[in-house]
Structures are given as C-alpha cells and as structure tokens.
C-alpha cells in the first residue's frame, strides 16, 4: 500500500493505510478458503493484494499529477495505474504458478504430515533433542 506515499497528504496515507490493509485481509481470507491456496505467512495479501490495491489508489488519489520530474512524461491516471497493476500480476502469478505446478506434480511442494506434525528441523536434522526429551519427560512426569 505505499505506492505514492511520497506524494500523500498524511491524512491520504493514514485513510489509504487504514482502509488498504483491511481489504487485503478480506481478499486474504476469501481467497484462501474459496481456492485451498495455503498462505501461512500472508505473503500474497502483504504483497499481493496490498501491492495492487497501492498502485490502483495511487492512480486515484494522484490523478493529474506528473509521473516524472522531467518533461514530456505523461501524468499519472488510474487506467494506466491499472493496467500497470495487471502487469505486475501476470509477471509476479504466472510464473510463479507455473513453478508450482511443476513442484506439485514431482512431489516436492509439501513435506510429508508426519513431518508436518513432528516438525522439519527435527525431522530432518534432529534438531532440538535434547529439548525434545526434556519435555517428553516433563510431560511423563505431570501424567504420573
């Protein structure tokens, strides 16, 4: 959502910075549930939906003002805001999709549950053993 905020009035930016984010977490949800698209780190609303709701208002809220310091630039509107945005979608989804698709069908985009459930670094590492067992007889301790 910070397309433009060099340009914002700071009533713009904390209306834009209020309302954006509220919008993203909407879509991140919806989507997330209506697709089975598992996002655990909100990475797609972040950047994503925020990114793109940023660079549409920016095309609004800065209409008529100039895109460069320099002349002979056209001034900033939200069809070209738009179509910009849409830009950035199809180079930032396709490719990643495709990429996902590929690692989908060869098995290697998700760790098996039984990994899942006891954790990768201690699955593949070992990791936290002596941690592990610390808690594991805590936990035989509080059941006896």
């Known amino acids: 959502t910070s397309a433009g905020n060099d340009l914002y009035h700071p009533i ?3 209306l834009i910075g ?6 993203a977490y909407k879509l991140h949800y919806y989507v997330e549930r209506r697709f089975k ?4 780190v909100g990475a797609v609303a972040v950047h994503g939906y925020g990114g793109f709701l940023g660079v549409v208002v920016a ?15 056209a ?22 999709f495709i990429v996902v ?3 989908s069908a060869a098995n290697l985009l998700r ?5 899942e459930i006891v954790g990768l670094d201690f699955a593949t590492r070992e990791a936290y053993e002596a941690a592990v067992a610390d808690v594991t007889a805590t936990e035989k301790a509080m059941v006896n």
């Open 101 to 103: 698709k590929i690692l």
């Open 12 to 14: 713009q930016a904390m």
């Open 111 to 115: 760790v098996p549950k039984a990994v």
């Open 18 to 23: 209020a309302i954006v984010p509220c919008i």
């Open 59 to 73: 095309g609004f809220m800065l209409w008529g003002q100039p895109s460069s310091p320099y002349e002979g630039y």
């Open 37 to 40: 698209i598992d996002d655990a």
């Open 75 to 96: 001034a900033i509107n939200p069809l070209g805001n738009f179509i910009g945005a849409l830009i950035m979608v199809a180079l930032g989804f396709i490719p990643t």
